[in-house]
C-alpha cells in the first residue's frame, strides 16, 4: 500500500513564522503535490513537482515555496504565515501520468493566529 | 481555462436510497476524470476514474460513474447508500494538454440518515 505521511495532523503558528510542511512517500513516485482544501472552494493547487529539484506552480502559489531535495520528500514553506493561510494542508504523490491515481496524506490542519 | 463544477453543495439521503452526486466540466481536451471520497479526518481516496473506453465504470464500494461527452459530465452514483458512505465526495478533471495537474470541484458532502 502507498503510503503518504504528513509531520504534523494539527499546527499553530503566529503571524510572520517562518512555516514548515513536510510530505514523505514511501512508494518511490515521481510526483509531488501540495493542495490547500477550505470549505467550499474543494482542493486547489500550490506547487507540484515531477521530480527532484523540479516544481511548477499550481494555481495559488502567492505566499508559498517548496522544496525537494529528495525523491521522497516534498516541504511546502510559508516564509511569512498570515491568517488568510490558516486551513487545512493535503500532500500528495502519484506514479507519473495524467491518468496515475493521486494518493493523498491525511492533511495537516494549520491555524495562524 | 479548465474548471469543474459540483452543483450540490450537501445532499442528505436515506440509508437503503439510491445516490446520484453530480458533476460537470469545462474542458478543451479529452479529459481524465476522478472521483475521490474525504470521510471525516481523512485524506482523499481514489473511488473511480475515466480516460477511455467503455463510459460507465465501475469503483470501490459500490460506486458507479458515467462519462457524458454531450453534456460534459461525470455524475457518481451508488444504488444503496450506507451509513458508511457519509463523506465528502470531489470530482477532479485532467488533461495531458494542462501537464499531470488535476482540477478540483468543491466537493459536495453526503449525510446519510437512517
Known amino acids: 500500500d502507498v503510503k503518504v505521511t504528513q509531520s504534523s495532523r494539527y499546527l499553530v503558528k503566529r503571524t510572520g513564522e517562518k512555516v514548515f510542511l513536510e510530505c514523505v512517500q514511501d512508494?518511490?513516485?515521481?510526483?509531488m503535490f501540495w493542495y490547500r482544501q477550505d470549505p467550499g472552494l474543494g482542493l486547489r493547487l500550490i506547487y507540484f513537482?515531477?521530480?527532484?529539484?523540479?516544481?511548477e506552480k499550481g494555481d495559488i502559489p502567492e505566499g508559498y515555496s517548496v522544496s525537494r531535495e529528495k525523491k521522497e520528500r516534498f516541504s511546502l514553506i510559508l516564509e511569512s504565515a498570515s491568517t488568510n493561510q490558516t486551513s487545512m494542508y493535503l500532500c500528495?504523490?502519484?506514479?507519473?501520468?495524467?491518468?496515475?491515481?493521486?494518493?493523498f496524506g491525511p492533511g495537516t490542519r494549520l491555524t495562524v493566529l | 481555462a479548465q474548471s469543474v463544477t459540483q452543483p450540490d453543495i450537501h445532499i442528505t439521503v436515506s440509508e437503503g436510497a439510491s445516490l446520484e452526486l453530480r458533476c460537470n466540466y469545462s474542458?478543451?481536451?479529452?479529459?481524465?476524470l476522478f472521483w475521490y471520497v474525504q470521510s471525516p479526518g481523512q485524506g482523499l481516496q481514489l473511488l473511480l476514474k475515466?480516460?477511455?473506453?467503455?463510459?460507465l465504470v465501475q469503483g470501490i464500494k459500490g460506486f458507479e460513474a458515467e462519462f457524458k461527452r454531450s453534456q460534459s459530465s461525470f455524475n457518481l452514483r451508488k444504488p444503496s447508500v450506507h451509513w458508511s458512505d457519509a463523506a465528502e465526495y470531489f470530482c477532479?478533471?485532467?488533461?495531458?494538454?494542462?501537464?499531470?495537474?488535476?482540477?478540483f470541484g468543491a466537493g459536495t458532502i453526503l449525510r446519510v440518515k437512517s
Open positions: 500528495a504523490s502519484s506514479r507519473g501520468g495524467i491518468s496515475d491515481t493521486q494518493y
Open positions: 512508494m518511490d513516485h515521481e510526483n
Open positions: 513537482s515531477y521530480d527532484v529539484k523540479m516544481k
Open positions: 474542458y478543451g481536451a479529452t479529459p481524465y
Open positions: 475515466y480516460f477511455s473506453g467503455d463510459t
Open positions: 477532479a478533471v485532467g488533461a495531458r494538454e494542462y501537464g499531470n495537474k488535476l482540477v
